[in-house]
């Protein structure tokens, strides 16, 4: 499938790789150079092989508290949650940001490559409530303008409802909020998210008015450095951020309490929801593995599946690994077998194609962006 | 995309620059533009044998790691260090700083650098790249 914004991306010249079905924007350039432009200033970036779930109706809060692990009916209007979808055993199905959009209504964004159980899952957990499920994934085009840049590349652009006296202007909106308004003159759900682990906004609009949209944000911020960003930089900001990915660091063999994010279940919300069972006796017991950083001594990257050794010793395997361009050294996350703290005076080093490179153990994130 | 024309090129998008007996080594434009930021080059060491279509080294960017390739046999006479501190000239300057290394290749009976006989010339290095798109 190729996004509203294919003829843009080739014209630009975008090197463009097959995801989740999807012909998506690998780079347009250097993705080194458009990784450290998102962090200095902003980067533009087509993400309209996102999955949106629509869950909408009376019961539709009540529903996502049953089919996810966060207390979805306690999210206010205009607000944004990270949260996750389990199965019965604890496995993570995909993790998602879901807008409460109004009173009755959700946005369920999901990982492309997951969009599909996500919506499978959320249709069979739904079936008891007051609620419509629709997979609108092909009623939206998602823009995300993400650098310290963006807050003033997008406001002159970007109207917020009118109508809605309480929202606040552009630049005075909280982090994991969102509205609907207008951006370029066309109608958007405009929120403060983001992975790339700088401030940042998603634009949410109709297909046809996608490249309308993303040419208006791009003469508006080619002043302020703003420059197309692929899939590419995404991959090793996010990693920067300590953000996991699915099908890296998260999936149906792991729970959220290996990726460290425990917080997103919340066992204390009423009624019952699925997967509790078996997340309460892993939250009990302690994670089987645990998530940690690393930085590698050497130029060479740590891939995804390498892995990690303590005096020799294999103690883990590799998640995701890249090239900082923050930090400039090569970054990893890891799945070790034990806590990160008995690994202290250690020798580790990661397996590289035979060779053991040696590695230093890291707090995440590797990088967070001062506020 | 640039492919010089008095260059010879593999199907495995590596180009060879003869003079005299010395074969001058290093990836296309095509490659490095494929492969994206170049990170990381692990090249054969000086006095080691290579064999054309045997891989001697890597080349390391941001998505992934690829075999480099010998286009010829010989000797490794030389190798470019520069690419420890700035593997980036792979990317930046494919044909000149960012050549691998050298090889001393053996003699034809007319006193040539004898070179494997399924080089590709520019022409048809393009035409490959072009049907791969």
Known sequence: MQTPLDAIHERLGATMTSFAGWQMPLRYGSETTEHLAVR?????????????????GPDAGAAL?????????????????????????????????????????????????????????????????????????QDYAL???????????LAPLAQLDPADPQLPELGAMKYYAGAFGTVAGREAWVARTGY????????????????????????GGSGAGLVPAGLAARDTLRLEAGMPLYGNELGPDVTPFEAGLGRVVKFDKPGEFVGREALA????????????GLTIESRRIARHGYPVLADGRTCGTVTSGAPSPTLGVPIAMAYLDRPPASLAGAVLAVGIRGEAVPADLTDLPFYSRRR | MSVPAELHYTPEHEWVSVEGTSASVGITDYAAQQLGDVVYVSLPSLGATVTAGEPC????????????????????????????DDPSLVNAEPYTAGWMFRVRVAQDGNGDAALPTDLLSAAEYEELTKSAG
């Open chain 1, 143 to 153: 823009i995300a303008v993400q650098g310290p840049a963006a807050a003033g590349i």
């Open chain 1, 196 to 219: 790339t682990g700088e401030d940042g906004f998603e634009v949410y609009t109709r297909p046809q008015d996608a490249e309308h949209v993303w040419t208006a944000l791009t003469a």
């Open chain 1, 281 to 292: 006796a892993r939250a009990s017991a302690g994670p089987s593995r645990h998530l940690a």
């Open chain 2, 57 to 84: 080294g890597e080349v390391e960017s941001v998505k992934s790691v690829s075999d480099l390739y010998s286009p010829v046999d010989g000797e490794v006479t030389e190798v470019n260090t520069e690419l420890e």
């Open chain 1, 40 to 56: 200095r200033a902003a980067g533009l970036f087509d993400l309209s092989h996102m999955g949106e779930i629509a869950v909408t």
């Open chain 1, 65 to 137: 508290d049953y089919a996810l692990t966060g207390q979805i009916s306690a999210v206010p209007p205009g607000r944004a949650r990270y949260t996750m979808i389990c199965a019965e055993d604890g496995g993570v199905l995909d993790d998602l940001v879901v807008y409460r959009q109004g009173k009755q209504e959700f946005l369920v964004i999901a990982n492309a490559s997951n969009t599909a159980t996500v919506f499978g899952a959320l249709t069979d957990r739904a079936a008891g409530y007051d609620a419509a499920v629709v997979d609108a994934t």
